[in-house]
C-alpha cells in the first residue's frame, strides 16, 4: 500500500452506562471524508461489538478452532451485541444491512453519493450489550468493571477498496485516523481512564459527566472501573498511565523506570503526537514476554525492576507503534511486531547486556552447567521462532494475521521479524537500520503506510542489494541452512567454500577462530548454491558459519569446520537431562527414569540416552534401559526415527521413517519383546495451516515375541505364542470444538488372519451445549485360522486383547481386580462385559453418548456379533459417564443391558470402567492444540 493522504474525519459520542444492565446507549455522528478519485453509493461500517451475538460468527468460529469453551458454554446474557435503532443521513432513515458473514460489519447505502474530495454525515443510535471479559479480556468483569476496546461503531478505510475485516480477538481494527470527542456518562461511584484527553467534567442527576477528546486518532481505549489502579507518571515527553503489575516496587523506583522508557521510546522512534500513552495490564497479558509469566511470583529468577522494566517496555513500545503507525495490522503486523520485538532486544543490549535466558538461575550449581543457562536474555527471540520452524509449523511474515496459528501470531512470526530486523542491522554494519527505522517512524507517523513503503524506505537507505529480506526472508518459509563443505589450507590463505543446503538465498558471516576466540569476523553475500572465499591464514584452528547466531539458521550443528587433524568437527559431550541445542558439540543426554508402565513391572527405574534437545532434529534416537521394581528383572525400549519434511508439496509434508524395540512385562514373569520398522506419511492442507483437518498413512510391520505360560491351557496362543503382522492405516480428523470428527481404515495381514476395520467418531456441540458423540466401528476378517483355538486375535466387544501391543493397558492380563476395569474405547466399544465378548468372524457396533447435564452423559451402545458356527447376535448396554477430562480421565457406570439392570445386581462395583491417563506427554497435547 503506497502512502495515502486521510481527509479530517470526526466521530462524535454522547454515550450513557447503564450498570444494571451491563448496556451502553449510544448517540453518534460520524463524518468520513472520501480521499480517493472514486464515488461512493455505499459505505461500510465496523461493528465489532456484535461479534459475539451468536455462535456462528467469525470470532465464535475462531474460539471454536482454539478450543476455547469460555464462549460456547457462556450464559446468553454474558455475550453482547449491538441493536441499532437507527441510522439516518440529512436526517433521513437511510438502508442498511448486516453482511451475512460477517454479522460485525454494516453495509449503509447512502441517500446521496459520496463524490471524491467530499464527506458524509451520518447519525446512529444504538444500544450495546456488553460482554463479559472472559473471553478476550475486554468487557465486563465479575468484579462489574468496564474494560472497552472496540465499543462503538467506527467507520471502515476506503483506498480504492473497502478495508473491513470481523473480529478475531486479533486487536487489529483497521480505521481512519479521527478528532473524537467522548461524552460520557455514568454513576458516581466509578473511575474513567482514556487513551483521550480530558476536557470536561462534571455532576448531573446523581452521575458523572466525562468529556475526552482527541486529534487524529485510531485507539479509544476506556476503563470505568470502580477502584482507581492506575498510576499517572508525567515524564519530560508525555504522560505515562499504567496500571501494570508494579512487583512490588515504590513509586520513586517506577517513575525512574517509566521515565528512562520514555526517553528511550523518543530517543529511538521519535516524538510521540499523543499527550497521553495508556499501558494496561490487559494489553501486557494478551501479548506478554514469554517466560516471565509462566512463573509463580514466588520463584523470581529476574530483578523486579527487570521484570517490571521489561513489562512497561514491550506494552508501551506496541501501543506506541500502534497509535503512531497507521497500517493494515491484518496484513501488515509484521512491521510493527518486528519494530517492537527488535528495540526489546536493543534495550536489553544497552541496559542490561549480561542478563541471561535464565535469569539467576544461570548462576546456581547443577542448573548454570546447562547451556539453556548460560543463553543471553535475547536469545529467545530466535529460539522460539525456531521451535515452529523445526516443527514445519512456521509461516510466512507477510501472510494474513488471521491466517497464522495462534503461536505464530502470538509468539514467532513476532519474534522472527525482530530477529530479521537484527539480521539487516548486523548485514548493514549496524548503523543504518537505527537512523532508518527511526526516520521511517517519524517521517510516517500518522500517516499510512505499510509493506510496500517500508520495503521502498530501507532499500532508499543503501547500496546493498536487499531483496532477499522482502523474498526469502518476508514472504515464505524457506529455512535458512549453509555449511562449509571444504577447506584448502595453504601457506598464507585458507580457500573456504560454502555450500547452501536450502532453498534460501540470504547472506550468511563467516568468523575465523582460534580455539574458542573469533579472530575475525566477513560477510558472505546470498549464495544460491556454493560459493569459494579465500581469507587470510593466520593460525585459525576452525572456521565457523554463523558463529554469534544472528541469521535464524535452520541447523547450525554444520556450521563448524576444524582445521585440525581430528575425528570430529565438534567434541562429543555428555549432559544430564534435555538441554538447548548447543551446536558446538555433538550432544548426548542422559536422563533418570521413574516410571510406571503396568501392574507387573511396578515402578521402573533407568536411565535414556538420547540426542533429542528442545527443538525438534530430522534425526533422533533413543536407548532407554529399565528395572523393573516389582518384576525385578530388566526392561526397556531402543528407538531410531528420521523425519523428512517435503516443501512445494500441496498435502504431503512429512515422512517418518523409524524402528523400535522394547522389552517388558505383559503378565506376572512373562515379557514380551516386540521389534517395529515403519514409515509414516502425513498429510495438510499447507495453504492453511489454521485448519484442524489432518490425514496420515502408517504402513508398520510389528514382530511380538511373547514368553510362553505355562500354566495356560493349550491353544493357538500357547503354542504360538511369536507373530508377526503387517499393519496399514490411514487415519483422518478434524479437530473442532463444534463440529469434530475422525475416520480411520485398518488393515492387518498375518500368517493365520487377515482382517480389515472401519472406525467413525462424530461429536457435536449445539448451540444449547447440549452434546452428542457417536462412534461406529465395523470389523471383519479376510480369513482366520485361529478362531477355533483362540479369541485371542478377534475382534473384542468391550476389552481388546491388544496383541498389537499398542494400547496403554497398566494390567493387560487382568481378568479381574481394579485393572481389568480399565476401559480403552476401541474396537467394540462396550463399557459392559456381555458374551459373545468376541467376534471371530465380524463385529458392527454403535456407540453414542449425549448430555444430561454438563459433564454428565448417558451413554449406549448397540452391536451386531458375528462367530463361525453360529447367528449374528445383538448386544447393547446403557448407563452414565462422568467426564472429568474427556478422553484421558472418565468413570462409566453401567445401568441396563443384555445382562438386565446391571446396577442391582451382585459386585456392581466391579463393573464400573474407567479411563486414565497418566503419561505427561499425551496430557500435554490437551494445552498445546490451542496454540499448534
Known sequence: ?????????????????????????????????????????????????NSYSTKNTPLAKRFSEEFKTEFHFAKNEDRGYTVITSLKQ????????????????????????????????????????????????????????YNLRYWYISP???????????????????????????????????????????????????????????????????????GFNYRQIETDFF??????????????????????????????????????LLVTDIDYKKSPIYGLNLLPDF?????????????????????????????????????????????????VEEYYPDMKLAGAFSRIWGLKSFHAAQLDFNAQYSFLYMNMARENLDQPLSMHKDSLLKFNENIANKYKAGVGLKYLEDYLNNSIIDSALKEYISS????????????????????????????????????IDYTISNVIVKEDSLRVTIKNRSEAVVPISLFSMQDDIVRSKIWIDPIKDSSTVTISNEGYTKLVLNQDQIVPEFNMRNNTKSLKNSLFNRPLQLRLIKDIEDPSYNQVFLMPIVEFNNIYDGIVLGVKAYNKTILRKAFNYK?????????????????????????????????????????????????????????????????????????????????????????????SETVEPNYSVFNARFNHVDRDLVDFSSWFADLQIAKNFGKVALNYE????????????????????????????????????????????????????????????????????????????????????????????KYIMAYGDLGLVKNHGSDAEVVYDSGLRFILVEDYFEIFFPVYSNLGWEISQPNYDQKIRFIVTLDFKTLLGLFSRRWY
Open 239 to 276: 504522560t505515562v498511565s499504567s496500571n501494570i503489575d508494579d512487583e512490588e516496587l515504590n513509586s520513586f523506583n517506577k517513575a525512574i523506570i517509566t521515565d528512562n522508557i520514555a526517553s528511550f521510546l523518543s530517543k529511538t522512534l521519535g516524538p510521540y503526537p499523543h499527550q497521553k
Open 90 to 145: 440529512n436526517d433521513e432513515e437511510i438502508n442498511f444491512e448486516r453482511l451475512k458473514n460477517q454479522i460485525d460489519i454494516i453495509r449503509v447505502d447512502l441517500n446521496k453519493p459520496l463524490y471524491p474530495n467530499d464527506s458524509y454525515t451520518i447519525n446512529l443510535n444504538y444500544i450495546i450489550q456488553i460482554p463479559n471479559d472472559k473471553f478476550t479480556r475486554y468487557g465486563v468483569t465479575s468484579d462489574g468493571d
Open 156 to 226: 471502515a478505510v476506503y483506498d480504492g477498496k473497502w478495508q473491513f475485516s470481523s473480529n478475531k480477538d486479533l486487536d487489529d481494527m483497521y480505521v481512519p485516523k479521527s478528532d473524537i470527542r467522548l461524552e460520557l456518562t455514568c454513576p458516581m461511584n466509578y473511575y474513567v481512564v482514556s487513551e483521550l484527553n480530558q476536557f470536561d467534567y462534571d455532576q448531573i442527576n446523581g452521575n458523572q459527566l466525562f468529556v475526552f477528546t482527541g486529534s487524529d486518532r485510531i485507539n479509544s481505549k476506556l476503563f470505568i472501573n470502580k
Open 762 to 853: 462424530y461429536r457435536k456441540l449445539t448451540k444449547s451445549n447440549r452434546r452428542y458423540l457417536l462412534r461406529l466401528y465395523a470389523g471383519a476378517f479376510l480369513y482366520n485360522k485361529t478362531y477355533q483355538d483362540s479369541d485371542y486375535f478377534s475382534f473384542a466387544l468391550d476389552r481388546p486383547t491388544d496383541y498389537l501391543f499398542d494400547y496403554n493397558y497398566y494390567g493387560r492380563s487382568e481378568s479381574s481386580g481394579l485393572f481389568s476395569q480399565q476401559l480403552i474405547v476401541a474396537e467394540g466399544g462396550f463399557k459392559s462385559q456381555l458374551n459373545p465378548g468376541f467376534a471371530n468372524q465380524w463385529i458392527t457396533t454403535l456407540n453414542g453418548s449425549t448430555t444430561i447435564w
Open 623 to 715: 536407548i532407554a534401559p529399565q528395572y523393573g521394581l516389582k518384576s525385578k528383572s530388566l526392561t526397556g525400549n531402543v528407538s531410531l526415527d528420521y523425519s523428512q519434511f517435503i516443501d512445494n508439496s500441496d498435502k504431503l509434508f512429512l515422512i517418518r521413517y523409524g524402528v523400535g524395540a522394547s522389552y517388558e512385562s505383559y503378565a506376572d514373569n512373562l515379557f514380551v519383546r516386540k521389534f517395529t520398522p515403519g514409515m509414516k506419511f502425513y498429510f495438510r492442507d499447507n495453504t492453511n495451516l489454521r485448519s484442524n483437518k489432518r490425514n496420515s498413512l502408517s504402513l508398520r510391520y510389528i514382530d511380538i515375541n511373547r514368553d510362553k505360560d505355562p500354566n495356560a491351557i493349550l491353544t
Open 444 to 479: 510516517r507517523s500518522l500517516k499510512v503506510t505499510g509493506s510496500k513503503d517500508f520495503e521502498a524506505f530501507l532499500k532508499s537507505k543503501t547500496s546493498k542489494n536487499l531483496e532477499w529480506f522482502f523474498t526469502d526472508y518476508l514472504t515464505t518459509t524457506k529455512a
Open 1 to 49: 500500500m503506497g502512502i495515502l493522504a486521510l481527509g479530517q474525519n470526526q466521530i462524535d459520542l454522547k454515550a450513557q452506562l447503564n450498570t444494571e444492565k451491563n448496556q451502553i446507549k449510544i448517540a453518534q455522528t460520524i463524518t468520513y471524508f472520501n480521499s480517493t478519485s472514486d464515488t461512493l453509493q455505499s459505505i461500510y461500517l465496523n461493528d465489532w461489538s
Open 299 to 347: 520463584i523470581r529468577p529476574f530483578p523486579d525492576n527487570f521484570q517490571y522494566e521489561l513489562k512497561v517496555l514491550k506494552t508501551a513500545l506496541h501501543n506506541y507503534l500502534e497509535n503512531v503507525l497507521l497500517l493494515n495490522p491484518r496484513e501488515d503486523q509484521w512491521i510493527l511486531d518486528g519494530i517492537q520485538t527488535y528495540y526489546l532486544m536493543k534495550y
